[in-house]
């Protein structure tokens, strides 16, 4: 691209639209002219962007005429509608959404994992799962020196990762909880306050696994190019407003020990270790909210693994930022 980019937001007025915004300023990231579009419900809105007033506009089939790069992030059926249309329109598609992450033909990139997988691209690019992130981002240096055979990893997922609507859903049951109120959920399956529960994601009747954890396992694969990686995965709503939250234990080839995983993490680009056992100061959501990094801490030796080839780790990230509008704007700028 000669000048800079005609940028398109589809979704712009949700959790990961938002923080596109924001990150593009953040980063300075060159944009030609910004094309604002959601769905019918808030067209005629405005968003400021630049010193710019932007009207919103209804996505549609003529939505990316001059489209440079589109920035999807209106969920997966918009994106299998729409992507194709704005690739023949001629622009480069990045979607957060698991619509095409496990197409072969399209690349899955955390850049600090696999940029040069960019340039592999038919049209679209897809960012991974959010919680796929948040763990590859650390374990892909240890993976590099010291082959990471086996990964058992829980989350405690926050409200942001299932949009603004769930981020009010967690206020105003709190709200309602508070003032002894009854609250009837709307977004989510099940009451939110004060309470955590199974991702809700559909559950796979055959496998017992839910939809995030199924996308974590297959994601991994597909980003580390490693189908032997065995991954394990449960993951779990916790009422936390925003950053996802986990525990992790790897199994490596080779003995490894919590110095070394230390050494490697201090240099590990997109990685914060924040591991201060005096102070018992570990990776919390409230302090990944709004950071780029991914906070590492709690780097321990798993004592079930007397052969001294196990590490436990915990790890907080702010998945509107590095697990979507982050990662989406570090491929833009790589394409750029
Ligand atoms: N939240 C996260 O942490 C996260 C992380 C990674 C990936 N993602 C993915 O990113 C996508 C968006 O997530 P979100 O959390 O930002 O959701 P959200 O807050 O619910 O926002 C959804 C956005 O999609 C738009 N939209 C909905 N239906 C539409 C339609 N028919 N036509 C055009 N636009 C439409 C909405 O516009 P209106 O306001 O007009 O309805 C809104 O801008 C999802 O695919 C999600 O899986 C989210």
């Not at 920035?71 to 299998?80: P, Q, V």
């Not at 570090?330 to 750029?336: F, N, P, V, Y």
Request: aromatic content about 6%.
């Amino acid at each position: 691209m000669k000048n800079d980019p005609v940028v398109a937001i589809a979704g712009v007025t949700g959790a990961v639209g938002a923080e596109f915004i924001a990150t593009m300023d953040k980063r300075a990231f060159r944009v030609g002219k910004l094309k604002a579009l959601a769905s019918a419900r808030s067209v005629g809105k405005t968003i400021d962007f630049r010193g710019e007033r932007i009207t919103i506009e209804e996505l549609n089939e003529t939505s990316f005429e001059g489209i440079d790069i589109a920035l999807f992030s209106a969920g997966g059926g918009i994106a299998r509608t729409f992507a194709p249309i704005a690739v023949k329109a001629g622009a480069v598609v990045i979607d957060n959404s698991s619509a095409f992450r496990m197409d072969p033909n399209v690349p899955l990139v955390i850049p600090e994992i696999n940029a040069d997988r960019i340039g592999d691209h038919k049209g679209i690019i897809a960012v991974p799962n959010c919680s796929a992130i948040t763990a590859l981002v650390p374990l892909w240096p240890i993976h590099r020196v010291n082959r990471i055979k086996r990964v058992i990893l829980s989350t405690y997922q926050a409200a942001s990762g299932a949009g603004a609507a769930a981020m009010r859903e967690l206020l105003d049951s709190t709200r309602a909880c508070l003032d002894g109120q009854t609250y009837q959920p709307k977004v989510l399956p099940h009451f939110y306050a004060f309470n955590l529960f199974n991702h809700d994601s559909t559950v796979d009747p055959a496998t017992g696994y839910n939809g995030e954890e199924t996308k974590v396992m297959q994601e991994t694969r597909k980003i580390f190019e490693d189908d032997g990686i065995a991954v394990g995965v449960t993951c779990v709503r916790v009422p936390v407003l925003r950053a996802h939250s986990q525990a992790i234990t790897f199994e490596c080839e080779n003995p490894i020990t919590e110095h070394e995983v230390r050494a490697i993490l201090s240099n590990a680009p997109g990685v914060k270790i924040v591991d201060d056992r005096a102070k018992n100061y570990f990776p919390m959501p409230i302090d990944a909210s709004g950071q780029d990094d991914v906070l590492v801490g709690r780097i321990r030796r798993d004592l079930s693994d007397p052969s001294g080839h196990s590490i436990s780790i915990f790890a907080a990230a702010d998945q509107l930022l590095k697990g979507a509008a982050l990662n989406a704007i570090q491929i833009a700028e790589l394409l750029h």
